[in-house]
């Protein structure tokens, strides 16, 4: 469709192996990319860790803590010892500063990091300035003694301190130049770390990674996709968008396109379902409206469309939600409007069985 209405006709494919087979496929092909977080840093080759990584102890404030950081199997290991001897207390270890800021995803909402420990408290310091003593961004962890756990760090929960005292700073993820794995018996202004021991530790890391709300899975569907199910509450299919009035004659399309939207909840990675309104050719209106549970009814420039799914991916979404678009509303970052839409409740539908694959 668009400024010149023309119906909707089956070229080749069948919408069958479109719509549900085609989609089935490219579901569990995203399988592969796993959950929402991007690695940033590991330790599987061995060289470049030795190079990133380096020990900073209590040794140069006077006291005899010791640590090494060694590639274990792929992962680091940070072990050693900490005393509390000569007013001393903590053990650390730091990535190089790095001359450019890290590129991380506008999308980044926080550090995960994947980590076992030994039961004692660390702490992940986040380091944004060039010069090697300034202000840190803390956030304190429990581990669980010999579990691997995977810790999220809220870029929001970070605090912002200087030499373990906290002062007044706001974090740019645009700006991260370095990391620090400390163990102390402090956690910040003098208060003590409650799950300290002095004495031997280890934590090991697998890996520093960012987690999202973007989806790994952008699908474009459309508005009307349940409404043949529902004829109790839409009885006039004459006031219904063409492909809901043809949805026989056009190899039940519809149903093959609900079928492939099941593939796609079904397949455990974050997604975000769009069911637009009809398609136009017009020019971008720059603004839409959301809802939700398949009642909307209008037009919406593929421009439009085509700027959600980007927002999306780019910005950040509410993740496995299902939503209808239109033109219209005051929006302009599409994907950051969608953090605020509802549960997918396809799941928990009456209408029609899940999955669904039309009989």
């Known amino acids: 469709q668009g400024v010149v209405f023309y119906p909707p006709v089956i070229l080749q494919d069948t919408p069958e192996n479109v719509e549900y087979r085609g989609i089935k496929e490219l579901a569990e092909k995203t399988k592969l990319l796993g959950g929402n977080t991007t690695k940033i840093l590991s330790f599987e080759n061995v060289e470049d860790a030795k190079k990133l990584w380096g020990i900073i102890d209590d040794i140069v404030m006077g006291g005899v803590s010791e640590s090494t950081i060694r590639i274990v199997d792929g992962n680091g290991v940070f072990a050693g010892s900490v005393s509390t001897a000569n007013n001393g207390g903590f053990a650390s270890v730091r990535s190089r500063t790095s001359d450019k800021p890290l590129q991380l995803s506008p999308s980044a909402l926080g550090f995960s990091l994947r980590v076992k420990g030994d039961g004692n408290r660390f702490k992940f310091i986040v380091r944004t300035e060039e010069k090697w003593d300034g ?15 995977d810790v999220q760090v809220p870029f929001d929960e970070l605090v912002p301190v200087f030499r373990a005292k906290t002062v007044d700073a706001k974090f740019d993820p645009r700006q991260v130049r370095s990391f620090q794995l400390m163990l102390s018996k402090f956690e910040y202004d003098g208060k003590l770390n409650p799950n300290f021991t002095a004495g031997r530790f280890v934590l090991e890391v697998e890996s520093i990674s960012t987690y999202s709300n973007a989806p790994k899975l952008v699908h474009i569907s459309t508005a009307g996709v349940t409404r043949v199910h529902r004829k109790d509450e839409f009885p006039d299919l004459e006031k219904e968008p063409p492909a809901v009035r043809m949805n026989e004659m056009l190899g039940r399309i519809l149903d093959w396109k609900l079928a492939g939207e099941d593939c796609i909840r079904q397949a455990g990675v974050p997604y975000l379902i769009v069911r637009p309104c009809a398609l136009t050719e017009e020019n971008p ?45 005051q929006v302009t970052n599409y994907g950051q409007a969608l ?21």
Do not use: C, H, M
């Open 339 to 359: 953090r605020f839409e509802g549960e997918d409740k396809e799941q928990s539908r009456a209408y029609a069985e899940f999955p669904y694959v039309p009989k």
């Open 135 to 149: 202000v840190g961004f803390s956030y304190s962890f429990d581990t669980v003694k010999d579990q691997w756990i």
């Open 285 to 329: 209106s720059g603004s839409l409206q959301y809802s939700q549970g398949d009642t909307l009814k209008g037009k919406v420039p593929r421009d439009d469309v085509a700027k959600l799914a980007a927002d999306a991916i780019q910005f950040g979404s509410k993740s496995n939600i299902t939503i209808e678009v239109a033109e219209g509303g």
